[in-house]
């Protein structure tokens, strides 16, 4: 299919983004849209813009992705990524990656030099480093926020208190300030793609990964739909979210009402908190979330929305 509008949709993380975080969260999402609208308004194909978009925020420590990501029980940063193209269903994810500063960019090498989908840790960097790709210290994502966030997620730990990132109905906690990053996109070749690149939960036991760089559950796209989640990872996994979304879509539910009824499900069944932005061939789309505030904005030819309030 040829001539679509092309129209591109990102998202910076669900959460309770505080009141003096979200100007920089404004900025990040604009800035993203504007680097994934250069390629996809061109002309270019929804897989790379949804990749560049993706490397904006990571780059940007605002997010929980890239720079400035939460922090592991460890001190360190531990990323998940996986980028897909909805019209040839090839995909490509890493895990628990610590020393590429774009995990975005290691899963578009995975997606495209390799026969595997999923590499991870020490495998997924020196794949990427015969590759290429210049292997950094993991110290350059470290953020002094986030190095004081650890500190006092552990004291309340420490205390008995339960680390907000496993009771994450207390919004008013400061562990859920900001979070994953992820883009979709329709190109105008009609061709689909979605990415979520993350550095997961604070505090998080080194070697967990969640939802967001799994098939199906934080992102997937294919020739009907693309999706990308954010919140808390384990319900979103259980629940095959970002799958059960495109499904719905299949069988004619708008992006609106699906994304809607995952988050809902989610909520009902497990108790689940989060948000999710969806897409469909024809570009309409949909955004939900049943947390505080989510960091979202949309992009076409004509106009752009966002959807932070201050
Ligand atoms: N979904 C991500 C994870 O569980 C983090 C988040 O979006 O809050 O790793």
């Known amino acids: 299919m040829a001539d679509q509008h092309p129209i591109l949709l990102v998202h910076g993380g669900a959460w309770n983004i505080p009141d003096d975080m979200v100007e920089a969260h404004r900025t990040g999402i604009r800035n993203a849209l504007a680097a994934g609208w250069k390629v996809l308004g061109a002309g270019g194909s929804a897989l790379d813009a949804v990749e560049e978009a993706v490397v904006v925020m990571e780059d940007d420590d605002t997010f929980d992705a890239g720079l400035g990501s939460f922090l592991t029980r460890d001190g360190t940063v531990q990323m998940d ?11 490509g994810g890493v895990g628990c990656v610590e020393r590429v500063k774009n995990a975005i960019r290691a899963a578009r090498l995975v997606l495209e030099k390799s026969p ?3 590499f991870v840790a020490d495998g997924a ?3 990427v480093e015969e590759l290429g790709m210049k292997l950094i210290d993991n110290a350059e994502l470290v953020v002094p926020r986030e190095m004081e966030r650890l500190k006092r997620v552990q004291a ?5 208190i339960p680390d907000p990132t496993f009771a994450p109905a207390e919004f008013g906690a400061d562990a859920n300030s900001h979070d994953t990053v992820g883009a979709v996109a329709l190109d105008a070749h009609g061709r689909l793609a979605a990415a979520t690149s993350t550095g997961g939960t ?3 036991t080194p070697g967990r990964v969640g939802d967001s760089s799994l098939i199906g559950c934080g992102v997937y796209a294919d020739d009907s739909a693309a999706a990308s989640c954010t919140g808390w990872g ?3 996994m259980k629940l095959v979210l970002a799958k059960a979304a495109a499904d719905k879509v299949v069988r004619g539910q708008s992006p609106q009402q699906a994304a809607k009824q995952c988050i809902d499900m989610m909520k009902s069944k497990l108790n689940g908190h989060g948000g999710m932005i969806l897409m469909d061939r024809q570009g309409k789309i949909g955004i939900a979330y049943n947390t505080p505030r989510m960091a979202w904005g949309w992009r076409t030819a004509e106009s752009e929305e966002f959807g932070l309030e201050r």
């Open 81 to 91: 990524a996986m980028v897909m193209d909805g019209a040839t269903l090839r995909a």
């Open 116 to 118: 595997h989908v999923y």
């Open 125 to 127: 960097e020196k794949f």
């Open 156 to 160: 309340l730990a420490a205390k008995g």
């Open 202 to 204: 604070v505090n998080k």
């Open 234 to 236: 384990e319900p979103i």
